[in-house]
Nanobody, 124 residues
Framework: QVQLVESGGGLVQPGGSLTLACATS????????IGWFRQAPGKERESFSC???????HYMDSVKGRFFVSTEKLKSTVYLQMNNLEPEDTAVYYC??????????????????WGQGTQVTVSS
């Protein structure tokens, strides 16, 4: 069973930085791509980043150059470093495991294995 636990959310001022962690198992990191999603109030959940099992990363234009995903294999954890945060980044952030080792497989949301989510609020 795939399990993921997010941590690191909180309140940050515009222009600030925050790092989220997604803890999972070694077998999950070796087998499945990990995606990052967010859902803002009143909006649909959106995918904005993904890291494949080979370490290849993908970013949507809205976060490219500000957000960075990395994996620490010894801790079986995927990190999301978020810089220059904007109020529009306020959302509940989720990590999720794909069914495939590669990103971009066009899975619907129900096909991913989800963490519980963590709130990120960007406000002065």
């Amino acid at each position: 069973q795939v399990q993921l636990v997010e941590s690191g959310g909180g309140l940050v001022q515009p222009g600030g930085s925050l790092t989220l962690a997604c803890a999972t198992s070694e077998s999950t990191l070796k087998s499945y791509a990990i995606g990052w999603f967010r859902q803002a109030p009143g909006k649909e959940r959106e995918s904005f980043s993904c890291i494949s099992t080979d370490g290849t990363t993908h970013y949507m234009d809205s976060v490219k150059g500000r957000f960075f995903v990395s994996t620490e294999k010894l801790k079986s954890t995927v990190y999301l470093q978020m810089n220059n945060l904007e109020p529009e980044d306020t959302a509940v952030y989720y990590c999720a495991a794909s069914l495939y080792p590669e990103c971009g497989m066009g899975l619907d949301f129900d096909s991913w294995s989800w963490g519980q989510g963590t709130q990120v609020t960007v406000s002065s």
